[in-house]
T-cell receptor
């Protein structure tokens, strides 16, 4: 157990819908990362937060948004879902930059 | 961004065999981690190794930061070692750059 909790584990939804993925980082970790893993794209960085503030943004679509709350948990919102959004979404946390990061078990999203 | 290349892309081993996985990266880094993604999709931390050598049971890793590569050694492989091994690096601390992984299959 990495100590990073992601919910839900599995999600099946229809095209056009909106979903929210939740991540609780390890106790004491201030930095949260979101990654998308699809079969043909590998692990793609989406966005990073540090202590509530957005720190870096990667290949995140405009239909996607995220935030980190005062209690440091984070949510990734995916809207107007398309079939191509089906993927495994990972959250990771670390104490700070360049420190060891731990990944949650992921949320497997299937868009039908 | 940093380019991360892993080799070999695929590896099939007989149980009990040893192997070496390589990770090359294109720029200086201050964080390097090795992960094992098991068949259920979980990313499991193996090593946090920005430089030097570490060992954990049958696994060991070495990073030569000045030459921009890292090696993961698996000895006496077991079927439970099967999965994909990823190398990930950071330099500014803002994101991890992942390699495309080495897919390992260990045959009984």
């Amino acid at each position: 157990d990495s100590g990073v909790t992601q919910t839900p584990k599995h999600l099946i939804t229809a095209t056009g819908q909106r979903v929210t993925l939740r991540c609780s980082p390890r106790s004491g970790d201030l930095s949260v990362y979101w990654y998308q893993q699809s079969l043909d794209q590998g692990l793609q960085f989406l966005i990073q937060y540090y202590n509530g503030e957005e720190r870096a943004k990667g290949n995140i679509l405009e239909r996607f948004s995220a935030q980190q709350f005062p209690d440091l948990h984070s949510e990734l919102n995916l809207s107007s879902l398309e079939l191509g959004d089906s993927a495994l979404y990972f959250c990771a946390s670390s104490v700070d930059k360049a420190t060891e990061a731990f990944f949650g078990q992921g949320t497997r999203l299937t868009v039908v | 961004g940093i380019q991360v290349e892993q080799s070999p892309p695929d590896l099939i081993l007989q149980e009990g065999a040893n192997s070496t996985l390589r990770c090359n990266f294109s720029d200086s880094v201050n964080n390097l981690q090795w992960f094992h993604q098991n068949p259920w999709g979980q990313l499991i931390n193996l090593f946090y190794i920005p430089s030097g050598t570490k060992q954990n049971g049958r696994l060991s890793a070495t990073t030569v930061a000045t030459e921009r590569y890292s090696l993961l050694y698996i000895s006496s492989s077991q079927t439970t070692d099967s999965g994909v091994y990823f190398c990930a690096v950071q330099n500014t601390g803002n994101q991890f750059y992942f390699g495309t992984g080495t897919s390992l299959t260990v045959i009984p």
